[in-house]
């Protein structure tokens, strides 16, 4: 992001930083952040006080509402993630109560989304494949590749109606300032407004209005149950994005019945159950920044209620120009309040270059997933808020600190290790820092790595580290320098098997072939079907090469998270021919000898890449840290792994210092 030198107190965006009232409450500014609902709840459905803490940071970040994700009104039917928020839970309302005093304190004005997964609450869905409810129930009758569904039934309809009205009364009595129904995604009412799904024939069937009317009474419940000025949110879909369902025209239609119901209308898009569309209800990287904007703007133009817009949001100057312009009167930032919680005070402040990018990875959707926490590529604190409220003291005595290596890890250590005191000196062998991150962000769609490599640059400086580039830390330098405290963050250098014929001028490695492009001829064969083989496939076909991607596997990015990989995919399929389950044998003059099923085939290329992995240099790491008592062994040269755990390992490893 480009600095803009224009003051603080909100100075460079205007319009963004001016209130908006909302009912009862009157925002600061025009940020809200989006519902989200990482695993941090326990089995019982309440708060735990992780959860507490992460929403209270990102109410520290200057947001003018906090908004917590897919609180569960009806939990005999409506629990579609394994650990959910469960507002009919007994015991509950203590943490709900703690969750608003938290964001209260730090600021901002608490939210929670009344979430219901319709079917979703009895089969397996992204969020959850345990202990579903007993039934499926749906607007009708039909089966679905997790199960089959029963039609709810009208007495179930009107039960669940009456359960929206005690959530939001739960609701408000605990504390929170305004509550979001939930009518998008796929999940319930989003489900019952659906062609496709919705096929009964009576009230709740039929016309766009009859369909509308499950979410219309649920919405007049909450009303009833808050009174007239509480402020209701509501959010709803622009357009389905498929072929049967809801489109843009439909979606309208939907705003203007609910139009004098609530008092902010929120508009998203897409299918969180669809894989096909989870990567544009979540933009993915291939996305350009606010991708779903649009929907919100032509809504806007067809209601009188203030809109909400949503799609990936990281740039406050994209923000202002929103708001400016009048597309949206607010913006709802989900993954960027993870990567950079204190994002909406930063452009305040006048300082939106030091906004640590989201790099839409998916790690915090994967960790919610697999590991039942959030966690961030880029935030080493994410989803650790409640220890980082008692951080370490600072160190007694001032240490000489030297680190060799200047990517991700290298400079998140040198970067924490000078904020808590040290002098510290970084030497990187090569004339930029970045490390990897420079191969790493050079196709099209991975801007966000370049720019993550400026903040931290720009950080590193801000903290007084001592830079040197193009300098080789020997092992006769590491003892001329004699450190109290050597940080070793060399990375990993690339694979390269015993293929005969790799020594060809055919071949060209990974990272060789991402930051010089110039190298590659027409037809391209990739060596290796892992991420760095995947992604390059894309850059190199968006140059207009044409890519056979060879590997062993059955599957291509076998190791990327489910997340990623969704939008991942059908861009590989786009840009590439795979050849799974194929091994490489020879290079050879006219491309490359392998052999699938037994038998042997010829691809022809006029370039080899190889992307067959990467391996830490542990023979070097020895060779250093043997010339220390104290040291830390970071990155990639610990273990071969992913930004997230670059950044983790400096992080953590410069607060034992």
């Given at each position: 992001m ?8 909100g ?5 963004l ?10 925002m ?8 989200t ?5 326990d ?7 992780e ?11 200057g ?9 569960i ?13 469960q507002?009919?839970?007994f ?10 005093r ?8 608490a ?27 749906g607007?009708s009758?039909?089966h ?7 039609e ?28 979001q ?26 016309s ?23 402020p ?25 019945m ?6 902010l ?9 669809d ?20 929907l919100?703007?032509?809504i ?11 799609g990936?949001?990281?740039?406050p ?20 309040s ?6 909406p ?31 961030c590529?880029?935030n ?8 980082e409220?008692?951080?370490r003291?600072?160190?007694?005595t ?47 769609f ?5 720019k993550?490599i ?31 405290a ?7 250098n ?8 790799l020594?060809s001028?055919?071949?060209?490695m990974?990272?060789?072939?991402e ?17 760095v083989g ?14 056979v991607?060879i ?12 997340f ?25 003059p ?8 037994g038998?042997?085939?010829i691809v ?17 790491v ?27 390992t ?8």
């Amino acid at each position: 992001m480009e600095k803009k030198v224009c003051g603080g107190h909100g100075k460079c965006y205007p319009h963004l930083f001016s209130p908006l009232r909302i009912g009862n409450i009157k925002m600061k500014n025009r940020i809200i952040c989006a519902p989200t609902s990482p695993s941090m709840i326990d089995l019982n459905g309440h708060f735990t006080p992780e959860m507490i803490a992460y929403l209270e940071e990102k109410a520290k970040g200057g947001a003018g509402v906090v908004t917590y994700g897919e609180a569960i009104v009806h939990s005999a039917t409506g629990k579609s993630h394994n650990k959910q928020l469960q507002l009919d839970a007994f015991g509950v309302r203590q943490g709900m109560t703690e969750a608003a005093r938290a964001i209260h304190n730090a600021g901002a004005y608490a939210n929670i989304q009344l979430s219901h997964g319709g079917m979703y609450g009895g089969l397996a869905s992204v969020g959850g494949d345990v202990d579903t409810c007993n039934v499926a129930y749906g607007p009708s009758d039909m089966h679905m590749p997790a199960g089959d569904v029963k039609e709810m039934p009208n007495e179930l309809v009107y039960e669940i109606i009456e359960s929206y009205g005690k959530a939001a009364k739960l609701c408000k009595e605990t504390g929170f300032d305004m509550v979001q129904v939930h009518a998008a995604h796929g999940w319930l009412f989003s489900q019952f407004l659906s062609p496709v799904w919705n096929k009964r024939t009576d009230e709740f069937g039929g016309s766009l209005e009859n369909r509308a009317r499950f979410f219309l009474l649920a919405l007049d419940a909450v009303r009833k149950a808050v009174g007239p000025q509480f402020p209701i949110e509501a959010r709803i879909s622009g357009d389905d994005m498929t072929d049967k369902g809801l489109n843009l025209e439909d979606c309208i239609k939907v705003a203007e019945m609910i139009d004098d119901k609530v008092d902010l209308i929120n508009v998203s898009c897409g299918n969180h159950e669809d894989p096909d569309m989870f990567c544009r209800t979540h933009p993915s990287a291939f996305y350009p920044r606010g991708v779903n904007v649009y929907l919100a703007a032509e809504i806007k133009k067809h209601v009188k209620t203030p809109v909400a817009c949503v799609g990936s949001l990281n740039d406050p100057a994209q923000m202002e120009e929103i708001i400016a312009t009048g597309q949206a009167d607010a913006v709802e930032l989900g993954r960027a309040s993870l990567a950079d919680p204190y994002l909406p005070k930063k452009a305040y402040d006048g300082c939106a270059e030091d906004i640590t990018p989201c790099l839409r990875c998916y790690e915090c959707f994967g960790a919610t997933g697999e590991l039942e926490m959030v966690k961030c590529a880029v935030n080493p604190t994410m989803g650790e808020q409640l220890a980082e409220k008692c951080p370490r003291p600072l160190p007694k005595t001032k240490k000489k600190v030297l680190i060799v290596g200047g990517g991700p890890a290298g400079m998140e250590a040198a970067i924490t290790a000078a904020n808590r005191g040290h002098n510290v000196t970084l030497v990187e062998k090569s004339d930029k820092l970045g490390g990897n991150l420079h191969p790493a962000g050079a196709a099209y769609f991975k801007e966000d790595i370049r720019k993550l490599i400026c903040v931290l640059e720009q950080r590193c400086k801000k903290a007084g580290v001592n830079i040197f580039l193009n300098t080789e830390a020997t092992p006769e330098y590491v003892k001329e320098f004699a450190p109290d405290a050597l940080f070793v963050a060399i990375g990993s250098n690339e694979l390269r098997p015993p293929i005969k014929g790799l020594d060809s001028d055919k071949v060209v490695m990974a990272i060789d072939a991402e930051l010089h492009p110039e190298k590659l001829g027409q037809k391209i064969v990739i060596m290796g079907g892992g991420l760095v083989g995947a992604e390059a496939s894309i850059g190199f076909h968006h140059e207009g090469k044409e890519c056979v991607i060879i590997e062993m596997k059955p599957v291509i990015a076998e190791e990327v998270n489910s997340f990623y990989r969704g939008g991942l995919m059908p861009e590989v399929a786009k840009s590439a021919t795979c050849l799974v389950n194929t091994k490489v044998k020879e290079i050879i003059p006219t491309g490359v000898l392998c052999e699938k099923d037994g038998e042997e085939i010829i691809v022809e290329a006029d370039t080899v890449v190889c992307a067959l992995g990467f391996r830490s240099p542990y023979d070097k790491v020895d060779e250093l840290t043997d010339l220390v008592d104290e040291y830390y062994v970071i990155g990639d040269c610990k273990k071969v792994g992913k930004i997230y755990d670059a950044m983790n390992t400096g992080y953590y490893s410069a607060l034992l210092v």
